[in-house]
């Protein structure tokens, strides 16, 4: 996971290469305390001495960042949650061949979900995909009168 680097007084983003074919650069979009700890240093170490901040301003956007935080994780745990509902439910997942690039779509039942570092996953034909690839959840019996013909 890439982080925010504070380089004078600004907030630089540390990249890091992506998997894709096109070797497009990839970074982070999140924050986390570190970081607004350090962007909260450098405010104070940058402001203007004729007009500081006063301790109100620091205490308001410490409690702004703690509600975002702490939404941020009722977000992930609904994520969670609804993961787990889609087990023995009937998914198409979205993947790509990794020698083209090229979108394929795989179906089967959610076997179990499974919790990385960098998100979360179920297993589809024992295979882990993102959750965020689910193109489609889809009810057994229509799968098995209209799709599967």
């Not at 702490?70 to 609804?82: A, C, H, R």
């Amino acid at each position: 996971m890439s982080s925010a680097q504070i380089v004078d007084g600004k907030v630089v983003a540390n990249y890091t290469a992506g998997t894709s074919l096109n070797k497009e650069m990839k970074g982070s979009d999140s924050l986390n305390k570190d970081a607004f700890l350090k962007i909260l240093v450098a405010e104070m170490q940058y402001q203007d001495p004729m007009q500081p901040s006063s301790n109100t301003d620091w205490v308001t956007q410490m409690a702004s960042f703690s509600q975002i935080e702490e939404m941020q994780g009722v977000g992930d745990t609904l994520k969670e949650q609804q993961a787990g509902s889609l087990v023995g439910k009937r998914v198409i997942v979205q993947s790509s061949i990794d020698t083209t690039g090229e979108a394929q779509y795989v179906t089967g039942v959610v076997q179990c979900t499974e919790k990385k570092e960098d998100g979360i996953y179920i297993s589809v034909n024992d295979m882990l995909f993102p959750v965020d690839n689910i193109y489609a959840v889809v009810d057994e019996d229509y799968y098995n009168s209209v799709l599967k013909k």
